[in-house]
């Protein structure tokens, strides 16, 4: 079954803010991560959250974990038309180290 | 500088051929994964391997098969390709869960 789901489509404006949402169902996950694939490439590692933190802020990135919901989301403050791209969900379980993708949120920007 | 490097970048064989995929990093990482992508599947866990001569099978393994004699390469086996095995294909290598994963660019494989 499915670990990880995300919606698989947001178009926002250029200015606006974007907020990519990410349910995962093993709470004893420790890990969590969002990666952006740009087309034709591979996956970038943008940040990560560790399930004692509650909130990460990276420059125009927030991530906001709510464990007992078992939800994650990725806002982006101030989108640009170079943050199209797919955003994957990741979760680490505890048991081993291989990352359990969800299937991806397409992000389009327009001008 | 250290990077993770995938070939061919593209592939196409015949149904029944025996493939042979390419990953090789050079971060020193003991982790390496196989990952393949498809449209509204998102990325599948194939192989993945913890350090020499270990490999471990994820969640689609089954047609497919890695060994791991170095610390740098982690080469994906296609046994008999078959056309469901059509998909673009990434490597990832990490020394942490911590560090996340460092990706390569993909090998686009189309079986005919």
């Known amino acids: 079954g499915e670990d990880v789901e995300q919606s698989l489509f947001l178009s926002v404006r250029e200015g606006d803010s974007s907020v990519i949402n990410c349910t995962y169902t093993d709470s004893s996950s420790t890990y969590l991560y969002w990666y952006k694939q740009e087309p034709g490439a591979g996956l970038q590692l943008l940040t990560y959250i560790f399930s004692n933190m509650d909130m990460k802020q990276d420059q125009r990135l927030t991530v906001l974990l709510n464990k007992k919901d078992k939800h994650l989301s990725l806002r982006i403050a101030d989108t640009q038309t170079g943050d199209s791209a797919i955003y994957f969900c990741?979760?680490?379980?505890?048991?081993?180290?291989?990352?359990?993708f969800g299937k991806g949120t397409t992000l389009s920007v327009s001008s | 500088d250290a990077e993770i490097t995938q070939s061919p970048r593209h592939k196409i064989t015949e149904t029944g051929r025996q493939v042979t995929l390419a990953c090789h990093q050079t971060w020193n990482h003991n982790n390496m994964f196989w990952y393949r992508q498809d449209l509204g599947h998102g990325l599948r866990l194939i192989h993945y391997?913890?350090?020499?001569?270990?490999?471990n099978k994820g969640e689609v393994s089954d047609g497919y098969s890695v060994s791991r004699s170095n610390t740098e390469d982690l080469p994906l086996t296609l046994e008999s390709a078959a056309s469901s095995q059509t998909s673009v294909y990434f490597c990832a290598s990490s020394e942490s869960r911590i560090t996340g994963y460092t990706f390569g660019s993909g090998t686009r494989l189309t079986v005919v």
């Open positions: 391997s913890y350090g020499v001569h270990d490999t």
């Open positions: 990741a979760e680490i379980k505890q048991a081993g180290t291989a990352l359990i």
